[in-house]
């Protein structure tokens, strides 16, 4: 069997009330140890400057105007351009008093000026410190304070939420520069309260007038705090250095550089994640290091597929929930084709598929296929795409495939958290056995499994499986402010990642379960909920999925915003016409999503304790506006709980009379 990652070290046995270890893996450019780091590149200022010397005239920065509420065509800043307003910027910042270490928070959706104050950051050894845009008010103070921030940058839209007199942004700022412009509003009421506020021109024009030398980081200074969106609880600062950017990138680059279809200064990156989160961040600075080009959504994601046709990216990266919003379309539009043309498109399908799985690469496994059904879905992404790359949370293997057979391009997962720059794992093109896997370890970390004796995993055991933990050269330095936590998860250089994964044969890594959010039932078994709700998850009939359990209760229970079209079709083949809203609040549709869950859980080899055993359905999803999801769209659970308490208390009241 090839083997795709390199045993380094063999694991040991545990004693002494000691966990067992895994071995220890490495990607196989590192086997022999890391490569030697590109002298050259060892800041994040770094990736920046040598682009501009070697791309100053490529597109570096794209952005659509809207006039007049019309949404215009790309409009791009070249390398050279973005770096002279970076030096601007970073005059002006030094010329309100910001001095090197000190921390600048930017908070606004993703846009030109977003990155260039990012870069005026690094200019100076100044701390960017991002803030996610859909924050609410308490966690903007929170941060703005814990961080220490004075400085920022912010979306007009924001400045007001900033100078309300109860914040603690409002006695805490020294100064507020827009990305547009400032209304003349929150100009008044900030210079009441002795905030100064800057236009984005103002603040370039103060920045010629007042020139400072750049003051560029060393390999040791701290690039950036990114507080993680945090599912329960205050977000956690994670601490970022400008070498642990710089060897990312540098690692990824030596990683894609093995392939056939590397990417270059001509590729085209659409950036819709938030850049407050690691893996948008980090695409970015691959691509700032290629010389290639990042052109910006408009702000609307309902319409984000307007963007893909103006821009026609080659690369695109999302969460689960992206794609598999991608992958329901698709299925939508076969729906609704004659069976001929349907049972055609299948057959194609399995064709290709069957050559894929003999190793062929997507572009030679069947070009026939590609001509005759795929490249119309192609052409929905644009016509141009390379590469699509799937984090923050796994995407189901026949997702997965589907998009690998339909899309005539790449389609990768990754694994990694912010702790570790994101790209700790990453699966290798065209490689059909890693389906469903997040593949081997990045170039410069090192991954091993460890004992989790309480959920019955075992890394020296038949089937490898424990919790991930990893070592390497691309980790954070800590959580800011609070060593007692950076304690808990780093051990021995070994950072432990709270996820349960599975080295299998060929050295690939598997996700297969959480041990964060693990929860007691009260007869003593442990449940991974965030799991389960991913495996939950797959069943085409749940569009939303909260499932809760505690260690009083010995069963779990769900709340579920069921799939508009997939209820229609049920109550159509039923014969019921009614409104979705209506539907949702039979108790037929509750008794059938309890059966389709209850499949999902006998097809996934779930525990009986595992399963789910009421619903309450739910018309909306969960949603932002109400504090009830994370800005990359994953669960909060204490805000759920507090917000369907009554629901679950209703559940757990009718399962116990069900008892009696």
Not at 117 to 124: F, I, S, V
Request: charged share 25%; aromatic share 10%; with cysteine.
């Amino acid at each position: 069997m090839k083997s795709f990652a390199a045993k380094v070290e063999e694991g040991v046995k545990g004693e002494n009330g000691k966990p067992s270890v895994g071995p220890v893996y490495r990607n196989l450019l590192s086997e022999k140890g890391f490569p030697p780091i590109d002298s050259e590149i060892t800041t994040a200022w770094d990736i920046f400057c040598k682009s501009v010397e070697k791309f100053p005239g490529n597109k570096m920065l794209g952005w659509r105007p809207i006039v007049d509420k019309k949404v215009g065509p790309y409009v791009w800043k070249t390398y050279k351009e973005a770096y002279e307003e970076v030096l601007q910027i970073g005059s002006a910042l030094r010329a309100l008093g910001a001095e090197p270490g000190c921390r600048v928070g930017i908070y606004g959706i993703n846009c030109p000026q977003w990155i260039i104050a990012m870069e005026a950051c690094a200019a100076h050894t100044l701390i960017c410190v991002p803030l996610y845009d859909t924050l609410g008010s308490g966690a903007v103070d929170y941060i703005v304070d814990h961080a220490e921030i004075d400085f920022v940058f912010v979306q007009d839209t924001k400045i007001k939420g900033l100078l309300e007199p109860d914040s603690i942004c409002s006695k805490r700022l020294k100064a507020i520069v827009s990305f547009t412009n400032v209304s003349k509003e929150d100009s008044i009421k900030a210079s009441e309260i002795g905030v100064k506020t800057y236009s984005w021109l103002d603040f370039l024009h103060m920045g010629r007038e007042k020139p400072e030398e750049i003051s560029p980081p060393k390999p040791f200074n701290t690039c950036t705090i990114m507080y993680t969106s945090g599912t329960s609880g205050d977000p956690k600062g994670v601490v970022l250095t400008h070498e642990a950017v710089a060897t990312f990138v540098v690692g990824v680059d030596l990683f894609m550089d093995q392939f056939e279809y590397k990417m270059t200064h001509e590729d085209v990156y659409l950036s819709f994640l938030p850049l407050a989160h690691i893996l948008d961040r980090m695409n970015e600075e691959y691509f700032f290091r290629k010389g290639a080009s990042v052109g910006y959504y408009h702000g609307d994601l309902n319409v984000l597929r307007d963007d893909i046709q103006e821009l026609k990216p080659t690369y695109l990266a999302g969460v689960p929930r992206v794609f598999e919003r991608i992958h329901e379309g698709i299925q939508k539009a076969l729906q609704e084709l004659n069976p001929r043309r349907r049972f055609i498109f299948n057959a194609l399908y399995k064709h290709k598929l069957s050559w894929l799985n003999r190793g062929y690469s997507h572009s030679k496994a069947s070009p026939m296929a590609d001509l005759i059904a795929f490249r119309k879905i192609r052409d929905k992404l644009g016509g141009r795409i390379r590469l699509l790359i799937s984090g923050g949370a796994p995407l189901s293997p026949e997702i997965e495939e589907f998009l690998r057979v339909t899309c005539c391009c790449f389609v990768l997962q990754g694994y990694g958290l912010t702790e570790t720059l994101g790209g700790t794992a990453m699966c290798i093109p065209d490689e059909m056995c890693m389906l469903g896997t997040v593949g081997i370890p990045a170039v410069y970390n090192e991954i091993r499994l460890e004992e989790v004796a309480e959920m019955g995993y075992d890394p020296l055991g038949e089937n490898p499986a424990g919790e991930i933990c990893i070592r390497g050269k691309c980790l954070f330095s800590g959580y800011y402010k609070n060593p007692k936590l950076t304690d808990e998860v780093l051990k021995d250089g070994w950072f432990h990642t709270g996820d349960i994964g599975e080295i299998q044969p060929n050295g690939v890594l598997k996700i297969i379960d959480r041990k964060k959010n693990l929860i007691k039932l009260s007869q003593g078994e442990y449940v991974a909920l965030e799991n389960l709700e991913n495996i939950y998850g797959q069943n085409s009939v749940v569009q939303d999925i909260w499932v809760y359990g505690d260690s009083f209760k010995s069963m779990l229970v769900a709340v579920i915003v069921p799939n508009p079209e997939v209820v229609n079709r049920w109550a159509k083949d039923l014969g019921l016409n009614k409104p979705f809203e209506e539907l949702c609040s039979l108790t037929e549709l509750q008794e059938h999503i309890i059966l389709e869950l209850k499949s999902t859980a006998e097809k996934n080899k779930l525990k009986r304790f595992e399963y789910i055993k009421a619903v309450t359905v739910e018309i909306k999803s969960f949603d932002l506006e109400r504090d009830l999801v994370t800005a990359t769209l994953k669960n909060k659970r204490n805000n759920l709980l507090k917000y369907y308490q009554a629901q679950v208390d209703e559940m757990y009241r009718k399962l116990a009379s069900k008892k009696i």
